[in-house]
């Protein structure tokens, strides 16, 4: 019988594989060489450092990782070594849209920012940027696209450079992978320089990989009033961050933007159907059991009196209260991990149903080009 190592963390994983296999399941930071030296396969987080410390010598033949990212896999020495790996592109997408999403309703609600006819530079246009770049344009936002590498092979597509736009974005959201090295690294690609030439009122948004933005840096310039505010869900040194980068940022949060129930069920999706693949179980179709229903799935709003941005950002804040998870953190800096473990539910706009009183149908119609697919006038 295969023997399948998986992370504790990862949910609507039990019971999936354990007709197939032997599963043993851990806390992240305890998957280590001893325990990977007979198993067959790896189901991993970001906590686990897959590298030649914790795989070298092992019968470890697949990784699969239920997250978007893949820097925690050395990539260069699995493909060396005849370890194959997959990671989950695209799986919480709709999460981190949702999260950007709750940024922006909160500029309206907090601080009276009308969002139609703002400017976004949309960093990273992948997977997830392009979803929070579509939610942008629905919300009547102008999008500057900021992507080289798929500016280089589309060329009928029209993408901005980062250093021609940042003078004129009223907020940057970064969404791109961390890479290390090449022409398109990643690294502190946020830094003094970058930031120097914002907008004194620009907002900085970072739900990628803390690296992308040099911290240091960050926290001069919100010291000196330098830019208007930042919003940081990832952090350099996670999870022993700083805490006056936290003091200073005007929302912070324990890296859980893609951290909705669909995101985490999609991420499981992707690793189990993976392993079906490569050991031949025949689950490639496996789905998520048991997905929880949020509470209050029906919503309604009364919308006389309502601005259409304060129907959107009472729609979008009921789904996901962003500033919960601000106060978590800020609360108790030292439970980031804690806080990521016992995440509570949230769904995506897809799960509710949202009934608009003394509402119309251009509203409906945003509404429905945000993601929420239940929307009725009463």
Known sequence: MLKIVADNKIPFLKGAL????SVQYLPGAEINNDVLKDADALITRTRTKCNQETLGGSTV?????ATIGFDHIDTRWCDHNGIRWTNAPGCNSGSVKQYVAAVLALLAKEKGCQLKGKS???????????KVSAMAKALG????????????VEKN???????KIIGKA????????????????????????????????AIVINSSRGEVVDGNALKLVLQNNQIGDAVLDVWEKEPAIDAELLDKVWIGTPHIAGYSQDGKAKGTQMSVQAISRFFSLGIDDWQAKGMPQPDQSIFTINCKGLSDEAIIAKAILHTYPLKRDDADLRNEISGFE?????YPVRREF?????????????????????GFSKVEIK
């Open 61 to 65: 033949k697949i990784i699969t990782s």
């Open 18 to 21: 354990e007709p197939y296999a």
């Open 350 to 370: 897809q799960a509710y149903t949202l009934e608009l009183t003394n509402g119309n149908t251009a509203i409906q119609d945003t509404l429905q080009k945000l």
């Open 141 to 152: 936002m102008t999008v500057y696209e900021v992507d080289p590498p798929r500016a280089r």
């Open 170 to 201: 009223d907020i940057i959201t970064f969404h791109t992978p961390l890479t290390k090295e090449g022409e398109d690294k990643t690294y502190h690609l946020c830094d003094a320089f970058l930031l120097s030439k914002m907008k004194k009122d």
């Open 157 to 163: 597509k029209e993408f901005y450079t980062l250093n």
């Open 338 to 342: 804690y806080l990521r473990g016992a």
């Open 120 to 130: 976004i530079a949309v960093v990273g246009v992948g997977n997830v940027g392009s």
